[in-house]
Nanobody, 114 residues
Framework: QVQLVESGGGLVQPGGSLRLSCAASGFTFSNYAMSWYRQAPGKQRELVAS???????NYADSVKGRFTISRDNAKNTVYLQMNSLKSEDTAVYYC????????WGQGTQVTVSS
């Protein structure tokens, strides 16, 4: 079975940092572009960051300079390093894989609050 399992979410204070991980299995990870999406209550799901098979990255304007996406193909894992967190970053964060077929993780909650 294809699985994307997120971890690393939780409660963090404003200005703090958090690292999310997404462990993939059931498909050839290196063939897939990987992304992180997030969805806050009452808002549409938005693309946060993406990384291609060659390591090229893209970020939403709201997180540029604060978040870093990376991947480790040997571990079939994609990461999202989140620094200088703001309350506006509070959301459920989803891992997404795309190639010929597309897969979603179940999401992990990130709450930024003092």
């Amino acid at each position: 079975q294809v699985q994307l399992v997120e971890s690393g979410g939780g409660l963090v204070q404003p200005g703090g940092s958090l690292r999310l991980s997404c462990a993939a299995s059931g498909f050839t990870f290196s063939n897939y572009a990987m992304s992180w999406y997030r969805q806050a209550p009452g808002k549409q799901r938005e693309l946060v960051a993406s990384i291609g098979i060659g390591g090229n990255t893209n970020y939403a304007d709201s997180v540029k300079g604060r978040f870093t996406i990376s991947r480790d193909n040997a571990k079939n894992t994609v990461y999202l390093q989140m620094n200088s967190l703001k309350s506006e970053d509070t959301a459920v964060y989803y891992c997404y894989a795309t190639f010929l077929r597309n897969y979603w993780g179940q999401g992990t909650q990130v709450t930024v609050s003092s």
